[in-house]
């Protein structure tokens, strides 16, 4: 099963710099403000326009939004296709058409480079996870990109130079 987590499939951060008097998760106020520091995720998602509360209603919102939330917007990343937003759409839509995708069956773990976690799934499927803050030159597991986290650069005929932090999912 996927599952997404509020704010994910916008890149959103979690808010870590909430001041004690806009907190409302009763467990920080049990624990004396030691525990319970949830609150940082779950401020409200950002709809649309460049300042708070970012067309999510006009009374305000429950927790403040960052004031540099404008460019994680809804309607800011809809259409990019460098945005995580569409990113997220493109890789929900597949998991609905690749079989490989949706079926509960094994993976394959493959030989990587270290830093890199790949697999096989049944039909084909093949991913690639960069782990490491280093582009990583890898052999191409598959004859077709499915998807892609980042762009990548073709090393040579036969290897791809997997940019940091990068997930590819692969078509053999």
């Known amino acids: 099963s996927a599952y997404l987590y509020q704010g994910e499939e916008l890149g959103l951060p979690e808010v870590t710099d909430l001041p004690d008097e806009v907190r409302q998760d009763p467990s920080f106020f049990r624990a004396a403000g030691q525990e ?8 409200p998602l950002p709809w649309s326009g ?35 937003l569409e990113l997220y759409r493109t890789a ?18 493959l030989d990587a480079p270290e830093g890199v976690v790949a697999f096989r799934r049944p039909g084909g499927l093949v991913c690639t996870v960069n782990t490491t803050q280093a582009p990583v030159r890898l ?27 990068t997930t590819v999912w692969w078509q053999e």
């Open 36 to 43: 319970g520091l949830r609150d940082g995720c779950r401020v």
């Open 50 to 84: 460049d300042t708070a509360p970012y067309g999510f209603g006009t009374g305000g919102s429950w927790l403040p939004q960052p004031a540099d939330w404008a460019a994680l917007t809804v309607e800011a990343q809809t259409g990019d296709p460098d945005s995580t």
């Open 92 to 109: 929900l839509s597949l998991r609905r058409t690749h079989p490989a995708l949706g079926a509960g069956e094994s993976v394959e773990w």
């Open 139 to 165: 052999a191409a597991p598959g004859t077709r990109i499915l998807l892609s986290s980042r762009q990548l650069e073709l090393s040579d005929a036969d290897f791809v130079l997997l940019p940091a932090d």
